[in-house]
């Protein structure tokens, strides 16, 4: 599920990369609702949500690591590594912030609301939630229609070219 999801994501910041790469020089102003209907697609879509453990598993990592060097201070670093992740955990907004300037560099206002609007409708809530089994789902068939076709493909070549060699061959009776 994660995979599809993260394939998503380098296809859309793929093509976000080539748009910033084309466009002008002259940095683009974004109008605050611009901007409004990218944040409003961002969270539409769930585009940063692979990012909420992050900073979970950074605190637990770390707990683990100063642990591991100072067993006697279990408690302290605890405490210390959970107020400071509660104090790092702001932090969040400048992810959206700079998920949404993304977006709106590369979708116009108008496809933003449009993204939103669909994204919040039953058949893009579904998507959002189902869409990882199905796209799980088309790359096995994928990989199976992958193999069928090499395979096919090996074997028709492998039968040319063992009647070509077989036509090629003098006669049993011929070499003498």
């Known amino acids: 599920?994660?995979?599809?999801?993260?394939?998503?994501?380098?296809?859309?910041?793929?093509?976000?990369?080539?748009?910033?790469?084309?466009?002008?020089?002259?940095?683009?102003?974004?109008?605050?609702?611009?901007?409004?209907?990218?944040?409003?697609?961002?969270?539409?879509?769930?585009?940063?949500?692979?990012?909420?453990?992050?900073l979970p598993q950074a605190a637990q990592n770390l707990k683990a690591q100063l642990i591991q060097q100072s067993p006697n201070m279990v408690e302290l670093i605890n405490q210390t590594v959970d107020e400071k992740a509660i104090e790092l955990a702001s932090r969040r907004a400048d992810l959206e912030q700079e998920a949404a300037l993304a977006y709106a560099r590369v979708f116009s206002e108008e496809h933003l609301n449009a993204i939103a609007e669909f994204y919040n409708s039953e058949a893009g809530k579904k998507l959002v939630a189902d869409g990882p089994i199905v796209i799980r789902e088309v790359a096995k068939a994928g990989e199976i229609w992958r193999r069928g076709i090499v395979r096919d493909l090996s074997n028709a070549v492998g039968e040319t070219l063992d009647a070509a060699a077989n036509s090629q061959a003098p006669a049993n009776g011929d070499s003498q």
Do not use: C, G, P, W
């Open 1 to 54: 599920m994660n995979m599809a999801k993260r394939a998503r994501h380098v296809a859309l910041a793929a093509a976000m990369a080539f748009s910033v790469l084309s466009m002008s020089a002259v940095a683009q102003e974004i109008s605050d609702s611009h901007l409004k209907a990218a944040r409003q697609a961002v969270s539409a879509i769930n585009a940063t949500s692979d990012y909420d453990v992050v």
